[in-house]
């Protein structure tokens, strides 16, 4: 770990009170060494982290870490706590605190050394050295392997605790103690367990939930396997070792790579943090489900929204997590379809779709020609959204045996004209069929054919059967019935529609219940010729969705004092992401005081939205904030519309805040808190 750490980047007195202080701490030397170029940019980036899952694990350990693009290099910074900082551990706060920052493309030498840290935190031996360390010098060497765990703890001041045994001397003793304990003798075949191990970083979680799983497996005298599957790549696993294992451990928090490797066989699936925190747990409970005979069926168990970790969840949590998969993978296609059309049609003009081939016809130097070019390329983008939808909907529930009939139901839909209704019912038709289809017992010696040949079969054929023979024709008709009442929408009803989407938009802010309605706007534009009415309520969606974050910029300009220091940081980079139409950038308001932003937000959101419908505001893209103003439809009076739901949210804000007793200067909580109490996909693409 040469270079990553010096004694400059370790503060063994660190005086933060909370992690996003913490963070800053430590960063703050790495941007005194050049190795992070935007302090802001890099705390916001390790604050989106820390969204996904808290970065806190038992045993007083703090490990907040991301990719940026504000890293020149991997770097890694260490604090030392004696009041001990909340990392969201289940066992209390931390006193060992690790930054590490990687690059956006660190290579896989980089993260393989940062993998090998995160592997080191396990052994208590290392962390107990950490501990009792006095010298930074000798902490970062430490750390960077240079000195030994014994050897470190050797220049700590006479009365130090001493540091623990080994970690592996206690797993070997165990292990040979469970052996006895169990009958199992060395002329025995030891119980056999696979395992694989992801996060969403894939830097620190990854590694660690894989040692934490080894050491258990030596303790309880299995031999285990792990696959890590981590940013660095993955080598898979021998199928020999597979095929010889008794059962499989899933501990991970994004898909599982070639999963199908895993089928017919007892299977447990959690999330990562369980992998660290209860492995000996996970490898009991997988021993008592191949002891019962327990195993997964054609494919193994656990898709990503069904896993055995979540089985608490009810069906209509299941059906969320299953509309919004397809919808995460379909949004990418309107933004890119949507913003080519209305580039087409203002470089071509309103004539560009009637224009021919480019195929055909194209004239280098001819705006016309570059219109229909962008023009005809974003119909094509388009024309993926409703099998996209379908497809990535039965993934959710099915896994990769539900794309191919979802993607078949989807481009049926189209062609039947059921539109994005029918895709909706195509994709979870398909996820059906294809989890009905692996529950069916088959012989082993079938298995291999099944996910390339017999599910794709059988479940395209009953999924076509289905849109174009059964329910294809009652969802067109619900579908034109549809398009037939948004087009008739006038008056009144156009301006109650304007106002309920800004309620939704501002409700949740990129939630789910935000997505509903972008995705109501963007299917009304998703084809060529869109009508009025649909670009209305597309105009309208965008429009109240920028008002959150632009609203709790203003406050913060206007009326600083009622904010912490932190979130008047926040509040500078609201300003963008607002004109971006980005809502996410108030999550930090409004997970530090929902009751006083979220409703500011709505009734700011609703206004706008109202006030768009009312001056007929019309817009062919599905994103881009500000930045398509040209491509609006009464641009003048739609900014105003804008103006108004921010001037009315942050009147709002300010005066609920205003009647409260304010907490002191600087205290509150910060982005890093803010993101961790709402949570956000980083994978999935931002709607609103």
Known sequence: MSEMITADLVDLDLSAETKEAAARALAERMVTLGRVTDLEGFLADVAAREAQMPTGLDGGIGIPHCRSEHVTEPTLGFGRSAAGIDFGAPDGPADLIFLIAAPAGADDAHLTILSA??????????????????DAAAAAALIRGDKSPAAAASTAPEGSEPAEGSQNSVAVSAAASADTATGTTTSERPFRIVAVTSCPTGIAHTYMAAESLENAGREAGVELVVETQGSAGFT??????IAAADGVIFAHDVPVRDKDRFAGKPTVDVGVKAGINKPAELITEVRGKAARGEVSAGSAPGTPVERSGDSAEGYGTKLRKWLMSGVSYMVPFVAAGGLLIALGFAIGGYTVNKAPSVMDHFMWTQADSWGALFFQIGVVSFGFLVPVLAGYIAYGMADRPGLVP?????AISLTINAGFLGGLAAGLIAGGVVIGIQKVKIPAALRG???VVVIPLISAAIVGFLMFVVIGKPIASAQKGMTDWLNGLTGTNAVLLGALLGLMMCFDLGGPVNKVAYTFATAGIAVANPSDSAMKIMAAVMAAGMVPPLAMALAT?????LFTQTERENGKAAWVLGASFISEGAIPFAAADPLRVIPSAMVGGAITGSLSMVFDATLRAPHGGIFVVPLIGNPFLYLIAIAAGVCVSAALVV??????????EGAGTGVADAATATKVDPKEPVAA
């Open 655 to 664: 005066l609920l805040k205003g009647m409260r007793k304010q907490a002191p």
């Open 236 to 241: 898979r696993l021998d199928p020999a070792v």
């Open 117 to 134: 840290l995160a592997r080191q935190l396990m052994n208590a031996e290392f962390t107990s050295a950490l501990r009792a360390v006095d």
């Open 406 to 410: 979802g993607f078949v139901g989807g």
């Open 449 to 451: 054919i099944m996910p």
């Open 557 to 561: 300009t206007v009326r600083g004092k």
